[in-house]
C-alpha cells in the first residue's frame, strides 16, 4: 500500500496560481503512474492530470490543458500540480492517487491508493 498526503491548497483569487504537493510513503516501488482528480460540490470526482513515475509522459483533461504542469520528483517520491490561470470551475477538493503497472490513467477505477484531499477555492 501506498500513503499519500496532499498539501497546498487555498483560497485564490481567479488569474492566480498556487501548486500542489503529494508526498508518497510506503510500497513506492509499486507506483506506475501518479494523477490529480478533483471533486466539486455536488459532481463526479474527475480526471485533471497524470503522469507516469519512470518516464514521466504526462496526460491532462481538456480543460486544463495549457494552465496545469503535473510532475514529480523521483528522489523526494513526491508529486506536484502547478495550476496556473485559476478559474472559478477549479473550485474543488483535489486528490493525488497512485497506480500500479498497466493502469489506464485517465480512468478513476485504476488506483488503488487515495491521499485525503486538499480544497482548493478560486474566488471570481
Known amino acids: 500500500q501506498v500513503q499519500l498526503v496532499e498539501s497546498g491548497g487555498g483560497l485564490v483569487q481567479a488569474g492566480d496560481s498556487l501548486r500542489l504537493s503529494c508526498a508518497a510513503s510506503?510500497?513506492?516501488?509499486?507506483?506506475?503512474?501518479m494523477g490529480w482528480f478533483r471533486q466539486a460540490p455536488g459532481k463526479e470526482r474527475e480526471f485533471v492530470a497524470a503522469?507516469?513515475?519512470?518516464?514521466?509522459?504526462?496526460f491532462y483533461t481538456d480543460s486544463v490543458k495549457g494552465r496545469f504542469t503535473i510532475s514529480r520528483d523521483g528522489a523526494k517520491n513526491t508529486l506536484y500540480l502547478q495550476m496556473n490561470s485559476l478559474k472559478h470551475e477549479d473550485t474543488a477538493v483535489y486528490y493525488c492517487a497512485a497506480a500500479g503497472y498497466g493502469a489506464a490513467v485517465y480512468y478513476r477505477g485504476s488506483y488503488g491508493d487515495w491521499g485525503q484531499g486538499t480544497q482548493v477555492t478560486v474566488s471570481s
Open positions: 510506503g510500497r513506492t516501488f509499486r507506483i506506475y503512474a
Open positions: 503522469i507516469t513515475w519512470s518516464g514521466g509522459s504526462t
